[in-house]
């Protein structure tokens, strides 16, 4: 059912829309009788123009020749139609210089003296005019007689041509000035068509058209050739023009009233099942409009879609209307099947457009009960983003641009409208545009001077007082990328200070770390070689002391083997043999190789490895290293009987190496603090220890491109290394 309901509805509408610009574009003709249409009123005009011309002017030709009369201004203006007398003079003098130059060139005596006669004849001429009023005068009255005779010669042609195309027309009319009547028929007593004039001061011809205007009507287009002589004022003519019943020609007028009538009953036909259908169809859209879709095309687009089919349906309805006037008023289609034809294709368009109209319309109605849907789907939330990620992050050199675009572009909308004042139209379509583009850009433009400016306080705060402030803008600001810049240089420089800061700091502990460390056993050196240079030293004495300065003279060379080793490490000048290498394997290895110090340690190490050969290219004579002080440091500082983990993962394209303990010693919740060179946990320093492993091995993996992460959770310390595979 619903198959059909859509296509009545809008063509109702479109029906509904037809009808409405007929009736506008019709009211004049619909409802008027065919005697008071434009299509009879235009025979009657030119019917009073002709009759006025040609019929009712009785002048003679000898009378309108004696009637000639020449004035002083028509004599002037025929001796200067040319310039002045020596203007004429000079220009007929050019005008044969050249002629009779080329005639004595060519030895042609007789033509260089033919055109000699011929250049003196004018000239005396236009002498004579000059010279001669009477002379002039009688060119004028010869001129003027010619211009009679052509009037005349024509005008009965006129008058034939008058009662053959309007046969049916009859008059009976009186000079209001000399009372002379003239009649061409006697007034039936029920004639067919009737006007009176009774005015004595505008009478029967007060309206009829200019003669130039009558030459266009068919029959009459010659008759520019007598602009020379025809009235130039009518006479005052009273009485009345009608149409008897019996008239020559008038069955054909009948025939084109019949017409006239049925087109206008058609019309009323049309308009009765338009406003008919109108009523039905709206019914129908009121109860069945929900079987109209929601189109997924955003609001606004369907919206603009419906305005402008809507207004070309209207363009469209528009020229139906003028089709049929023109036929009504046969200023266009002479045949009402082209006329029909042409307004059904017309109206089959119409139709279609506002099939499309009424589903958009809807279809926005429907999606405006779901707001944020509407608003997802929405063109403006689309333009919104084009603006905040196109126009609001373009250069400020294009932005700056086109503000002055738009400011040159309101300066001449402002000069416009002021010649237009007195259009109403102009000064608000002008206000409009000035509030949708001029104001905006305006505040928008000054609120980005604003952000500049409070972008420059600040800064000069900042260098001058060394103030802490941060500069705040919105998002949209032009300046806030600007403004961010300089936050972050201002949080570099109070790191760089902090780390200038923590260097100093770091860089005084290095000095007394390494000072005590290496004092520490030179002092045992040098204080058991002064006590072995004593002579009385028994031999088991000596051997205690000799035993000791080795034991400080080892502990002191590997101080500075591994400060040396971190120091290469550290400014990568170290060269790395890297090959595959079963890093499960080395793992144990390191574990077996203190296996004695486990033991004695009373620690219990809990090892998860991979069953399987986990292959990693790395330098493995350096990467043990690492593995070994991991176990060594979990070793030295773990709480005594507690467990140590240390598994090893291995995925697909790396391995991950993780050492677990309990620390027996307060860890500093600064992590970065543990790889520093010399940090010990024992802050004591009683341990054996140089506070350089935990640096060596950070050193070690990262040359490897590894990653080595501590973790601390209270007393538990975890060191996890990620070394990539294929490195």
Known sequence: MAKWMKPFISLSMALAMVSIFLIVILQSTLFKSYFESNTFQEKLSNYKTSLAYFELDSMTKEQAIKDINITNEQIENYRTENGTLSDQILSIRDEYVARIQEAEDMEATSLSDKLKKERDAKIKEVTRIFEDRNYVKEKLIQQQKKEITLYYEKRDKY??????????????????????????????????????????????????????????????????????????????????????????????????KDKYEIVQYAFYIFFGISGLFFIIACILLIKKRHMYRVYQAPAEIQMLAAIAFFFIAMGLSIEIANNANNYLNYQGYTSI???????????????????????????????????????????????????????????????????LIIIFLAGFGFMVMISNLYSEFIVLFYVFLYILFVVPTTIYFYKQIGDLNKVITTTERIVERGSDEKIELTRYSDFKELAELINQMQVGVETSQQQQYKSERLK?????????????????????????????????????????????????????????????????????????????????????????????????????????????????????????????????????????????????????????????????????????????????????GSGLGLAIAQSIVDLHEGRMEITIDGDLFKVTVTQPKNV
């Open 508 to 688: 005084t502990e290095l000095i007394t770390n390494v000072s005590h460390d290496l004092r520490t056993p030179l002092t045992s050196i040098i204080t058991y070689t002064e006590l072995l240079k004593k002579e009385n030293l028994s031999t088991e004495e000596r051997l205690q002391y000799i035993d000791v300065v080795d034991k400080k003279s080892q502990r002191l060379k590997t101080l500075i083997d591994d400060l040396f080793e971190v120091s290469k490490m550290s400014s990568g000048n170290i060269e790395l043999h890297k090959q595959d290498v079963d890093l499960a394997q080395l793992v144990q290895q390191a574990i077996g190789e203190h296996e004695t110090d486990i033991e004695q340690s009373g620690l219990r190490f809990q090892v998860q490895i991979p069953d399987h050969a986990v292959t990693t290219h790395i330098d493995g004579q350096r990467y043990w290293r690492v593995i070994d002080n991991l176990v060594g440091n979990a070793i030295k500082y773990s709480m005594d009987g507690t467990r140590v983990f240390v598994t090893l993962e291995d995925n697909e394209k790396q391995t991950v190496l993780t050492v677990k303990n309990i620390s027996k010693y307060e860890i500093s919740e600064d992590v970065e603090e543990l790889y520093e060179r010399f940090k010990r946990a024992d802050a004591s320093r009683h341990t054996e």
């Open 159 to 256: 008058r034939e041509l008058l009662k053959k195309q309007y046969p049916y027309f009859s008059y009976d009319l009186e000079n209001v000035d000399t009372g002379e009547t003239f009649k061409n028929a006697t007034e039936e007593k029920n004639p067919l068509f009737k006007i009176a004039f009774r005015s004595t001061e505008y009478g029967a011809f007060y309206d009829i058209k200019s003669l130039e205007d009558l030459s266009y009507v068919s029959g009459f287009e010659d008759l520019q050739e007598t602009n020379g002589f025809m009235m130039t004022d009518i006479p005052v003519y009273t009485g009345q023009i009608f149409i008897n019943q019996d008239a020559t020609g008038v069955a054909e007028l009948l025939k084109e």
């Open 337 to 403: 099947f082209e006329m029909l034809v042409m307004c059904i294709l017309i109206g089959l368009v119409v139709w279609v457009l506002m099939d499309v109209t009424i589903k958009f319309i809807l279809s926005v109605f429907y999606a405006c009960a779901d707001k944020k849907k509407l608003w997802e789907t929405s063109a403006t939330k689309w333009v919104i983003h084009i603006f905040k990620n196109g126009l609001l992050k373009s250069p400020i050199f294009i932005k700056v641009t086109l503000y």
